[in-house]
């Protein structure tokens, strides 16, 4: 079933046209392809990262570099949280390819893709609103986390993610616009914010309506990983319709 | 079913429910670091994956709303959309009933870290044989975050069903006759007590059974649900007991 105008209004599916120099190609480039990062950007090429399924870094970068996410945390606790993503929530709610994750943020996309940073974001976000034993560490680690309280702290992540958006934003559409919406909605509820959570639903909702991820013909020309992926986000969806 | 106010914007419709093919939809039952771009490996060894967990949920809100298999637990749903089941509480209550019982088996043959009765700390760790001994702790745990989630899920969806058995049977099927409808059992609201019954003992060993930080990772729903069922469940328990006492 169609929406009225939908048809009119056929959003693209490729990268964000945002200031940032990112290279263009398929939505599935954009975000997911290990080898499409643009190194030139990189403010560090010091870091070693450990490749298990599981961690995330082992050795993050130094905090002197500037990053988009530094008024968030620091690098370090970024890692942290991403890590605690990877191994507490990623197996329930799977939005990321973990490999081509793991090398985004080794290479820092964020600095240049606000897209992956929107997605970095959302799963700090996620990771403080349902863990508050975690959120209680990076409290008490030797450089603590700024926020007092988890809901200060997913309140923050909304607004930078509001902030990342401009004009345009959903002009162009793609799976990790998704992925930051519904991951934002989830933190939002696992906070309190249910009215906020709802309506971000209804973003997120629409978001995969307009990817036809419930559409397997949809499908056709993804990359594995791409498929793998809206997989997953149909079934994250199908559990909300129930 | 969680949406009964309908006060949500529907990810489907009804006719887009009817035109998907589920198992299509399905994930690749293989660890991301499988998947390449223009190719996936075979998941190695006797190591299960991640996503196998995934899909074993997906496929509970998949039973919940239709039949997994249509031919093994034929259902009201082959012969009436939801629309017409509305409108005859006999059909929806088949269906229902349907639905229960495929929910209550369809966790039979999941692989055994997945089981309800798998224990946290058993020594039988081939299904890890292949995996490094420093990430073993780390696999351990994420499995036992979704056997809560999966277990803690399964008995919801039971739980509303029956809730919506008992709302059938209560307020529409009183005053009907089955007479011109397809013979169906009627279940009285006590015959249903030992099913929720179950489901409280159920619930209770899955929440006393797993970790706290792998409760936690499934949201304050379960974190809630863990204060509430062990309160309720010693209500429970507490009644069952003045009752007997009492006869």
């Known amino acids: ?242 | 079913m969680q949406n009964l106010r309908k006060e949500r914007l529907a990810y489907l419709d009804e006719i887009i429910l009817s035109t998907l093919n589920l198992e299509e939809l399905m994930p690749l039952e293989v660890d991301d670091e499988m998947i390449l771009e223009n190719s996936v490996l075979p998941q190695p060894g006797q190591e299960i994956s991640l996503t196998t967990g995934f899909n074993v949920h997906s496929r509970l809100f998949w039973a919940a709303l239709k039949s997994t298999h249509p031919g093994k637990f034929p259902d009201a749903e082959i012969k009436a959309c939801s629309c017409i089941r509305a409108s005859d509480p006999f059909l929806q209550l088949s269906h229902l009933q349907g639905r229960l019982h495929e929910l209550k088996y369809i966790l039979d043959d999941v692989p055994a870290p997945l089981r309800q009765w798998a224990i946290a700390e058993s020594d039988d760790v081939s299904w890890l044989s292949n995996t490094a001994p420093e990430h073993r702790t780390i696999l351990k745990s994420q499995f036992a975050s979704m056997r809560a989630n999966i277990h803690v899920t399964h008995l919801w969806l039971q739980s509303i069903t029956y809730d919506q058995i008992d709302n059938i049977v209560l307020n529409k099927l009183n005053n009907l006759s089955p007479s011109s409808n397809p013979p169906i059992t009627i279940p009285r609201a006590k015959l249903t007590w030992s099913e929720r019954e179950d489901i409280c003992r159920q619930l209770l060993h899955i929440l006393s059974g797993i970790p706290a930080i792998n409760l936690e990772a499934n949201g304050h729903h379960l974190v809630s649900i863990s204060f509430l069922s062990l309160s309720m469940t010693s209500i429970f328990f507490v009644a069952y007991i003045l009752n007997s006492k009492s006869t």
């Open chain 1, 1 to 242: 079933m169609e929406y009225p105008g939908l048809q009119h209004a056929r959003y693209s599916e490729t990268s964000s046209n945002h200031d940032y120099s990112e290279s263009r190609g398929s939505i599935i480039d954009h975000h997911l392809s290990p080898g499409e990062n643009n190194l030139s950007h990189s403010p560090s090429s010091s870091q070693h990262w450990v490749n298990s399924p599981q961690s995330v870094s082992a050795n993050p970068s130094p905090l002197s570099s500037s990053y988009p996410t530094d008024d968030l945390c620091d690098r370090i606790m970024l890692n942290r949280i991403l890590n605690d993503y990877m191994e507490d929530i990623y197996p329930m709610v799977p939005v990321v390819h973990r490999p081509s994750f793991r090398q985004d943020l080794s290479r820092n996309k964020d600095i240049y893709s606000k897209d992956f940073l929107g997605l970095v974001i959302s799963l700090c976000a996620v990771t403080v609103g349902i863990m508050p034993s975690r959120f209680e560490e990076y409290r008490a680690a030797e450089s603590p986390i700024r926020f007092s309280t988890r809901t200060e702290m997913v309140n923050y992540c909304y607004q930078k993610l509001m902030e990342l958006r401009g004009h345009n934003y959903f002009d162009e559409i793609n799976l990790q616009k998704w992925a930051a919406s519904y991951l934002m909605s989830i933190a939002s509820f696992q906070v309190g914010q249910q009215n906020r959570a709802r309506m971000i639903e209804v973003e997120h909702t629409q978001l995969a309506r307009l990817l036809d991820i419930h559409q397997i013909s949809s499908y056709e020309g993804l990359n594995c990983i791409e498929t793998q992926l809206r997989k997953k986000a149909f079934w994250l969806m199908w559990y909300i319709y129930v």
